[in-house]
Structure formats: structure tokens, C-alpha cells
């Protein structure tokens, strides 16, 4: 057995910190790409696609070029637009225009070029009437992502205004729009008024069960299998985040063929969890550990196990009460609300970096993680410092257990 080749082949197969843009490696979606093909067969239909960090927003808008390459029997052109924090709704265009041209290989014209005319200011009337040019060309499908990142206060209406432009005058061209955000209304401005003619679609966490599916069928293509044990680990500390599911498979199929061995076992999860402290995003080690410091003993970091591990409402949402039970299983004693009501407004506070949204009022106050990608490593944290085991976690599949805390898909907590 050739152990390096297959140490290289899982660093292709589990990809942490890569959107997926090969079908092969594509998992679950199914209604999600359904809502989006939907809107491109109906001319002057557009879509939004919104949900939190890391579920897969921009590995959905990749595939779907590829899908539709295979159902659509014209020519597709379809430009991938990545925002930025210095874009505005002309550089946007810029690039897009610039991508289409590429993509048709069209040389540019001998003199004056729009397309690179860094002055030239596009509005929504000269977008569609250039749009409306390349449609005789083929089946027009433009992605914007990370649109969320524009700072320039214009862009949101004026996207608006190009979408219900493109829309009334039937362009045969589909714009998909991705981007961080809980609804629709935090990417586009007064989204009401093109209501008819956008799909809204939401991102959801990922349902165990595909998360699952990434870890078994990424495991079949490298010839390697793994426990039950390990897989349930694997898939209920991810809480549905598809980007952890490949960092500890992959970590974890490290240990395994670092040990010579082709089935994932549970010391193999343990191992990458160990190795996934140190290698998550530099930016959620520093939000952890900002949120927990202390120069004395304090509860902050069990405040904050007992956060990622509360019971939540389908959008991710837990009340102070939920905290008392995984509080009693941290610290094996009893804790009233009121024993750590100053933790949790310490974490709405930018001394603390925030690291919780407060919501409603005070009677019946809901948090939530303001990164969704900082609860598995809380989770991970927690395991470590052996505040909490896998039997706490509730990792260990018991036949009446859920695997994660919520009964069904959550939409939300970002
Ligand atoms: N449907 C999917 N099947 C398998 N892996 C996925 C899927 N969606 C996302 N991933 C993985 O999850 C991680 C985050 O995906 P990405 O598309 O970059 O998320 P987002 O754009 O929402 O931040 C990547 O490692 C990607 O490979
Ligand atoms: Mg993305």
C-alpha cells in the first residue's frame, strides 16, 4: 500500500477550506438546485441565495454551471463574479462583462473599450441593453458572489433595479446573487418590489444525513471505511457545517493511514480534533480566545461550552434557561440563570468580540453564535480541556438520541 499517494489523495477528496466544484464530489441540495434551475427555465426570473458561513453557498452556485451544461442543450455562458469590499455596482459589471467576454474568447475591439473603461459609470440601463447583446450567443447564467462584502451604499438598489429591468424586458440571461445573510432583505434593497420575478432561497445547515454522505462516499473513493462510532463524531460536532465535515474526515483519515490502518476509528477522531484546534481559521482561534480570556480562573469558557451545546430553536437560538442543564454536566453542579447572566452580556460586548447577537426583549431574550463556524470549535475546545466527554456531547449514538440537539433542519443562527 502506497501510504503517501493516499495521504495525498484525501488532501483532493476532503477539502476544508475549498467550495466543491466537481459534481462527483457534490452531496445533498437536491431542493436547493431544483429552486435555482426552476429560475432559469422561467425567463425573467432571477434568484438569491442566502445562508450563513461555510454551508456551501458558493460550492451550490460552482456546481450549478456544471449541471446545467449537461440539461440545457445550448451554449452556456456563465461568467463567476467573487465581490469585494472595494466593489461598486460599475465594477461588478466591469468584471462580468470582461468574464463574458473571455469566456467567448471575443477579441476586444481595435480602439476604445467599454468593457475596460474604469470611468465609465454602468447603470442598471446600460447593463441590460449590454446583456441583451451576448443572449443571441447562448444561455446567459451569472453568478455574484460574496455580494454581502460590498460596502458601497448604491449597489444594493441598483442591483434591484437590474433585476426587475432585466425581468420586464424578458433578457434572456438569469442572474444568481449569493451572499452571508439571514433573508434576502440583507442583500437587496427593497426586495418587494421584485418579489414576482426573484427566487429566494435560503442555504440551510446541512441535514445529518448528507453530512454523512460526504464522509462515506469520500471514504469509498480512497478505498477507506470507518466505524460507526467515529462517523457519528465526525458528522454530530460539525452541527451541520459541510466545511468542518471535511476538515476532521480529513484529519482524521491523516491519523488513520498515518497508523497504517484503512478504517477511521474513534482515536483517529481524536486525533483530528487535537490536529483541528490548531488548524481551524487563525480568525476563529483568535474570536475563542478573546471570548474566553482571563487573566483569573473564570467560567467564561464553560459559559460558552454550555452555548454550543444548548438545546436551539430551529434558528440556532437558545434562551439563558437552556444553559442550566449543559452547565450542571460541565461543572457538576447547579447553576440558576442568574449564575451567569453577566457571561453572556460580556459576550455581546465588543471586549469580549461579540461573539453572541442578543435578540428580543429583555423577558424573553434568545442568543445566538454570531459565527456559526466558532460552535463546533467550542464543541472541539470543550472536548480537549475535558470539561465534557463524547457521551455528554451526545456523540455516542443511543437508539432514542438525536444526534444533534435540534429535531429538525435548523434554517439559521448566523
Ligand atoms: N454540497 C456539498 N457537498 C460536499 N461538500 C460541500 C458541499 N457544500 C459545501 N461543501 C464543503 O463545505 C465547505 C464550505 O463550502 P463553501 O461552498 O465554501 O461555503 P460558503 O460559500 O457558504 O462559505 C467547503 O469545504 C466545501 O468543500
Ligand atoms: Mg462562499
Known amino acids: 500500500m502506497e501510504w503517501d499517494v493516499l495521504d495525498l489523495k484525501a488532501s483532493h477528496i476532503f477539502t476544508p477550506s475549498a467550495p466543491i466544484d466537481s459534481e462527483k464530489l457534490f452531496r445533498g441540495r437536491k431542493a436547493?438546485?431544483?429552486?435555482?434551475?426552476?429560475?432559469?427555465?422561467?425567463?425573467?426570473?432571477?434568484a438569491i441565495l442566502f445562508g450563513g458561513r461555510g454551508v456551501g453557498k458558493t460550492s451550490l452556485g460552482?456546481?450549478?454551471?456544471?449541471?446545467?451544461?449537461?440539461?440545457?442543450?445550448?451554449t452556456i455562458i456563465s461568467p463567476y463574479i467573487t465581490c469585494d469590499t472595494s466593489d461598486s455596482f460599475s465594477s461588478i459589471w466591469r468584471k462580468a462583462f470582461l468574464e463574458i467576454r473571455h469566456i467567448l474568447r471575443d477579441e476586444p475591439p481595435d480602439e476604445y473599450d467599454l468593457y475596460k473603461d474604469h470611468q465609465f459609470e454602468w447603470t442598471p440601463y446600460e447593463v441590460r441593453s449590454n446583456l441583451e447583446l451576448f443572449t443571441s450567443r447562448g444561455l446567459l447564467y451569472l453568478v455574484i458572489d460574496e455580494f454581502d462584502k460590498v460596502e458601497c451604499p448604491d449597489t444594493r438598489q441598483f442591483m434591484a433595479d437590474t433585476i426587475k429591468l432585466l425581468?420586464?424586458?424578458?433578457?434572456?440571461?438569469?442572474?444568481?446573487?449569493?451572499?452571508?445573510?439571514?433573508?434576502?432583505?440583507g442583500l437587496i434593497d427593497n426586495h418587494q418590489s421584485i418579489d414576482r420575478c426573484l427566487a429566494q432561497i435560503s442555504i440551510p445547515r446541512m441535514p445529518q444525513t448528507e453530512c454523512e454522505s460526504i464522509v462515506t462516499s469520500g471514504l469509498v473513493t480512497l478505498g477507506m471505511s470507518i466505524q460507526d462510532s467515529a462517523l457519528f463524531e465526525i458528522v454530530?460536532?460539525?452541527k451541520g457545517l459541510p466545511t468542518y465535515v471535511h476538515l476532521l474526515a480529513l484529519l482524521a483519515s491523516r491519523a488513520a493511514i498515518d497508523a497504517k490502518r484503512l478504517k477511521i476509528e474513534s482515536v483517529d477522531v481524536k486525533r483530528a480534533i487535537e490536529r483541528a484546534i490548531s488548524h481551524s481559521e487563525e480568525t476563529i482561534r483568535a474570536e475563542y480566545e478573546k471570548a474566553t480570556f482571563s487573566p483569573r480562573e473564570t467560567i467564561y469558557p464553560q459559559v460558552l461550552l454550555a452555548c454550543a451545546m444548548a438545546n436551539t430553536d430551529e434558528y440556532g437560538r437558545f434562551q439563558p434557561s437552556d444553559l442550566c442543564e449543559p452547565m450542571r454536566v460541565i461543572t457538576k453542579k447547579e447553576y440558576k440563570t442568574q449564575g451567569f447572566t453577566v457571561h453572556l452580556k460580556a459576550f455581546c460586548e465588543t471586549e469580549r468580540g461579540f461573539v453572541l447577537k442578543m435578540?428580543?426583549?429583555?423577558?424573553?431574550?434568545k442568543y445566538h453564535f454570531r459565527n456559526p463556524l466558532l460552535q463546533p470549535y467550542v464543541l472541539m475546545k470543550g472536548l480537549h480541556a475535558k470539561f465534557v466527554n463524547e457521551e455528554?456531547?451526545?456523540?455516542?449514538?443511543?437508539?432514542?438520541?438525536p444526534l444533534f440537539n435540534y429535531s429538525h433542519e435548523p434554517t439559521g443562527g448566523y
Not at 438546485?33 to 432571477?46: F, L, M, P, S, T
Not at 455528554?392 to 438520541?401: A, G, I, Q
Open 359 to 365: 435578540l428580543g426583549a429583555e423577558y424573553r431574550r
Open 236 to 238: 454530530g460536532l460539525s
Open 32 to 46: 436547493q438546485v431544483k429552486d435555482v434551475v426552476d429560475a432559469i427555465n422561467q425567463k425573467g426570473r432571477h
Open 392 to 401: 455528554d456531547l451526545r456523540l455516542r449514538r443511543l437508539d432514542d438520541m
Open 167 to 185: 425581468s420586464d424586458h424578458s433578457v434572456n440571461a438569469t442572474l444568481l446573487i449569493i451572499g452571508v445573510a439571514d433573508d434576502a432583505t
Open 62 to 74: 460552482k456546481i450549478l454551471r456544471q449541471k446545467l451544461s449537461t440539461i440545457e442543450p445550448c
